[in-house]
């Protein structure tokens, strides 16, 4: 399977940044997978955001909760991330990532970057 990130590129504070994970090799909706969203912002560690599975349960990170929405386009083989009420803070290279299992991190994106500034 591989991943490919789309995003804004530059959201303006207060505003919502929507992302889009394009798979390919597999279809997202096969049975077991996890498809989740991390990020990184400058100078600081891997965060994860969430994730869905093949059923559409979803899983969000406790902090990000109230702010983050993950979903799929089945027919696009696509899955999405919805982040609102953008801060400078938010600023971070975002990742779609695979994984075969609950925990598992198994197949990347290249990652795309998103600067939030007026």
């Known amino acids: 399977v591989q991943l490919q990130e789309s995003g804004p590129g530059l959201v303006k504070p207060s505003q919502t940044a929507s992302l889009t994970c394009t798979v390919s090799g597999d279809s997202i909706t096969s049975a077991g997978y996890y498809w989740s969203w991390i990020r990184q912002p400058p100078g600081k560690g891997l965060e994860w955001m969430g994730a869905i599975d093949t059923s559409g349960s979803t899983y969000y990170s406790p902090s990000l909760e109230s702010r983050t929405s993950i979903s799929t386009v089945g027919s696009k083989n696509q899955f999405t991330l919805q982040l609102t009420s953008m801060t400078p803070e938010d600023a971070a290279v975002y990742y779609c990532?695979?994984?075969?299992?609950?925990?598992?991190?198994?197949?990347w994106g290249q990652g795309t970057p998103v600067a939030v500034s007026a």
């Open positions: 990532v695979a994984g075969s299992g609950w925990g598992r991190f198994d197949v």
